[in-house]
């Protein structure tokens, strides 16, 4: 939008309930995407998840493993720090967070405060994907695969059809779908953002500045 390319960003969670924690997060750019897998204390291969990843859905990717929350999110923090300009760049989400709602951002800040982590995007302008396609006629559709759908379509490499399998895979450590599934959606949610940049107006955007006021 305008002079500032959209970074994506999309998390996956092991559930809804108070004591959920994050499991995978993913940014993508236009250069390629990163994704941070929390696998809670299990070994796992980062060279043979990235080319399995890479190899389904033919994307370049930058896989990192951790084997906590906190170590993730200090990952995520990092990866912002030396990859997101905010001169350059605003952050965005599908239903990340909207003005009396959203999930990822909000679920991230109490991670943050869970695990004594600083908030990973500060000066960095927000604005959500899902209150600007809401300028398209996407009929009955209002969530992310379906307004993809509608508007772009095309082949993807989501292995499944809701975040809930997402949950099993990751308790399950079945690592490839689980990333391929968090790789789709921030892929789908950037893809979206492009195309409101060419058509929806800039005082739409909605645009806000992440950074808290005692940062």
């Excluded at 292995?159 to 689980?178: I, M, R």
Aim: charged fraction near 25%; proline fraction near 5%.
């Amino acid at each position: 939008m305008g002079d500032l390319s959209p970074v994506a960003f999309d998390i996956e969670t092991s559930g809804l309930d108070p004591s959920a924690i994050i499991t995978v997060a993913g940014v993508t750019m236009d250069m390629g995407s990163w994704i941070g897998l929390n696998t809670t204390g299990r070994l796992a291969d980062s060279t043979r998840l990235t080319t399995a990843v890479e190899h389904e859905s033919g994307s370049n990717i930058r896989l990192a493993v951790y084997q906590s929350e906190e170590d993730l999110l200090i990952g995520l923090s990092e990866f912002a720090t030396n990859h997101i300009d905010d001169d350059r760049h605003y952050l965005t989400a599908y239903n990340g967070e909207t003005w009396n709602s959203g999930f990822d951002l909000p679920f991230l800040r109490s991670a943050c405060v869970r695990q004594d982590v600083e908030w990973p995007f500060p000066s960095v302008a927000y604005a959500d994907v899902m209150s600007i396609v809401n300028r398209f006629d996407t009929g009955d559709h209002n969530d992310l695969v379906g307004v993809y759908d509608t508007l772009i379509g095309g082949d993807d490499c989501d292995p499944f059809d809701d975040s809930a399998s997402a949950v099993d895979s990751h308790e399950n450590g079945e690592w490839v779908p689980l990333l391929l599934h968090n790789l789709a959606d921030i892929e789908r949610t950037r893809e979206l953002a492009v195309l409101a940049g060419r058509y929806v107006p800039k005082s739409d955007f909605r645009m806000k500045n992440l950074s808290p006021p005692d940062t």
